[in-house]
T-cell receptor, first 115, second 109 residues
Framework: ETGVTQTPRHLVMGMTNKKSLKCEQH?????MYWYKQSAKKPLELMFV???????ENNSVPSRFSPECPNSSHLFLHLHTLQPEDSALYLC??????????????FGNGTRLTVT | GQNIDQPTEMTATEGAIVQINCTYQ??????LFWYQQHAGEAPTFLSY??LDGLEEKGRFSSFLSRSKGYSYLLLKELQMKDSASYLC??????????WGAGTKLIIKP
């Protein structure tokens, strides 16, 4: 299996539920990202992990909790979400070295609906 | 502030040529990316420009003018499968990507 895979593809959850999104990359990259994509809005960077350490946390509410157990896996734990959190959540990976530019490789995303 | 502007939606005819423009304002500049995203799918990398000029890749070309803060993506011999959203992103001095909201391209027969 190649590329970046995300599960589940679709998720419907109530505001009191706890769920997790999973991402796995098979590209040998050293950085992984969570993005939020809402209709007609730019991609919003949520978290970045480089060599399994969190290097970015862009003022994301604490109801979103990332976990990166190794360089190939990334999770996003969700709890007590709000309806405005409904969006497409994209995982991406890249080779991240200061001074070098590497394109992001994205997964197909998880379409999240909060009811 | 940092900002990327691109048209929200464009329509073109199969077999024709279309140019999608992008203007950017970022703190520093380390290149300009274009991605293609079909509905319900992952964004996929199309091109990267860091120097002024035109880069050609088959039917797709990307142009950059750093002095004008301007780029465009040129798609030739349009096919129905080119119907997608096209995302422009500028990389700032901290190697952070600043994204546009995307241009939805509709191809008509």
């Amino acid at each position: 299996e190649t590329g970046v895979t995300q599960t589940p593809r679709h998720l419907v959850m109530g505001m009191t539920n706890k769920k997790s999104l999973k991402c796995e990359q098979h590209l040998g990259h050293n950085a992984m990202y969570w993005y939020k994509q809402s209709a007609k809005k730019p991609l919003e960077l949520m978290f970045v992990y480089s060599l399994e350490e969190r290097v970015e946390n862009n003022s994301v509410p604490s109801r979103f909790s990332p976990e990166c157990p190794n360089s190939s896996h990334l999770f996003l734990h969700l709890h007590t979400l709000q309806p405005e959190d409904s969006a497409l959540y994209l995982c991406a990976s890249s080779d991240r070295d200061r001074g070098e530019v590497s394109p992001l490789h994205f997964g197909n995303g998880t379409r999240l609906t909060v009811t | 502030g940092q900002n990327i502007d691109q048209p929200t939606e464009m329509t073109a005819t199969e077999g024709a040529i279309v140019q999608i423009n992008c203007t950017y304002q970022t703190s520093g500049f380390n290149g300009l990316f274009w991605y293609q995203q079909h509905a319900g799918e992952a964004p996929t990398f199309l091109s990267y420009n860091v120097l002024d000029g035109l880069e050609e890749k088959g039917r797709f070309s990307s142009f950059l003018s750093r002095s004008k803060g301007y780029s465009y993506l040129l798609l030739k011999e349009l096919q129905m499968k080119d119907s997608a959203s096209y995302l422009c992103a500028s990389m700032d001095s901290n190697y952070q990507l600043i994204w546009g909201a995307g241009t939805k391209l509709i191809i008509k027969p």
